[in-house]
């Protein structure tokens, strides 16, 4: 009789393959703080059905690895789509743009990976798909930029693969885009994006053909260099206008119907600085509001037909800011967003002479090299942050009623029948030469 020196696990032949029983975490932990973990059976390969011994061994070295190292095997061969579906479900608690790669895998990554076993992904597959991509920017489908987003997705579900911090995640032992060649960049360059200039928010501001509560709401992201998420979940406990702070400390999940707020991008709570032509305004939207919920209650959401992009581009030709570049894309150049309103918030305080270190650390950006991207113009900008009309601290309760037409009074909902709204009571269709 032999005694065999190495350690021995449990294991069964089935299914004509050897089985190991290991224990496995969960991902999760207990009340006591201690990881969860479950037990099942998964298959050692390549050892004959006639050594018990063998499969005992391995079965042993599997559970130390697991132990040790929190590699965590698959329970079968699971496909990029289930792997997809358990990654999301960990990373839409840890990151807030989360909704993006959902997108990124509907339209683009499920397609041409999703029915492939995870294990079966190789480097030479995943250029093949950054292939398809540069195919899709060449043929106008997609953009340069987003196809770079997608890949991005893409390598971040791989990297997670190999070493997530939930090991219930785990299961490959190489990443395959490691050394993956990213999509082809845009042979036009980066495109230009616009601002504002100052003499134009105020005619923007100072239009009495757009309704109060927008005109508050354009003042306000220029002002604050907030984004449009952020300003859409401040409330009014958040802003101290005796000090002249507003706290942003949450945004709004643009993608839920339940009007649920997430952290900011930065992840981060910071404390902005009021200007003080500001605070008349604020004052007097507080007692609007009698000092209770958000600031922008009934703010629509970013995109679509009358969402907050579509609102500001039809309020500048309202007010006749047409300058030309503002309006029309071209291959080098976009036209103006409602994120450009932060662009230009920080533009203006760095034209200013601010510390550039505190401009960061009030707008959210960790470094000089993020902040250079909003940095449109520091020359020749006219008169910075002018007083703003005495109206905006007036108070119309129709104005702010009717300051949203089509969107109801909750402004998030998706607005499909957008033709029932052509004509409505606070838009107008506007002619421009532009």
């Known amino acids: 009789m032999t005694t065999s020196l190495k ?7 089935r299914d004509g393959v050897w089985k190991a029983r290991v224990w496995i975490p969960t991902g999760e932990t207990g009340k006591d703080g201690k990881p969860l973990r479950k037990r099942t059976w998964l298959a050692l390969k390549g050892i ?62 499920r397609e041409i990976l999703g029915h492939v076993p995870l294990r079966a992904v190789t480097s030479e597959r995943l250029t093949d798909f950054v292939g398809h991509l540069d195919r899709k920017v060449e043929k106008g489908k997609i953009s340069a930029s987003h196809a770079t987003n997608i890949w991005c997705t893409v390598r971040a579900m791989f990297r997670d693969a190999c070493k ?19 999509p082809d960049k845009d042979a ?4 230009a994006k616009q601002m504002l200039y100052p003499d134009e928010l105020l005619r923007l501001v100072s239009c009495g053909e757009i309704p109060l509560a927008r005109r508050r709401l354009w003042a306000f992201l220029v002002l604050t260099a907030t984004r449009p998420s952020e300003a859409r979940a401040i409330e009014w406990t958040d802003i101290d ?7 942003i400390n ?3 999940d643009q993608t839920t119907r339940d009007r649920g707020v997430v952290a900011t991008k930065g992840r981060k709570t910071r404390d902005t600085t009021l200007e003080e032509t500001m605070v008349p305004m604020l004052e007097a939207m507080k007692a609007e509001a009698k000092g209770k919920g958000r600031v922008f209650p009934t703010m629509p959401a970013a995109t679509g037909d009358y969402g907050v992009c579509a609102w500001f581009r039809r309020d500048l030709l309202t007010a006749g800011v047409d300058r030309h570049e503002l309006h029309h894309p071209t291959k080098t150049s976009m036209a103006i967003r409602a994120h450009d309103l932060r662009a230009s918030g920080i533009t203006w305080r760095l034209a200013r002479g601010d510390n550039p270190m505190v401009v960061r650390q009030e707008t959210g950006h960790a470094d ?17 942050f002018p007083a703003l009309p005495a109206e905006l601290a007036g108070a119309s309760e129709e104005a702010l009623r009717k300051s949203w ?29 532009v």
């Open 164 to 182: 997530s911090k939930d090991r219930s995640l785990r299961l490959l032992d190489v990443n395959p885009a490691l050394t993956v060649p990213p």
């Open 48 to 109: 004959p059905e006639h050594d018990r011994q063998a499969a005992r061994v391995a079965s042993a070295m599997l559970q130390c690895k697991i132990d040790e190292r929190g590699y965590v095997p698959a329970e079968r061969d699971l496909t990029v789509a289930e792997f997809y579906a358990r990654w999301s479900e960990v990373r839409k608690v840890k990151v807030s743009s989360w909704t993006n790669d959902e997108s990124y895998w509907t339209h683009h990554i």
């Open 188 to 191: 036009n360059g980066e495109k």
């Open 241 to 247: 206008s005796a000090h002249r702070v507003v706290r």
């Open 368 to 384: 000089a090299e993020v902040q250079q991207l909003y940095v449109r113009r520091l020359r020749d900008l006219g008169d910075l």
């Open 250 to 252: 949450k945004q709004d």
């Open 405 to 433: 037409p089509g969107t109801g009074p909750v402004a998030r909902r998706s607005l499909k029948n957008v033709g029932k709204l052509v004509g409505a009571t606070g838009f107008e269709p506007v002619t421009s030469t």
């Open 7 to 13: 350690p021995e696990g449990p294991a069964e032949f």
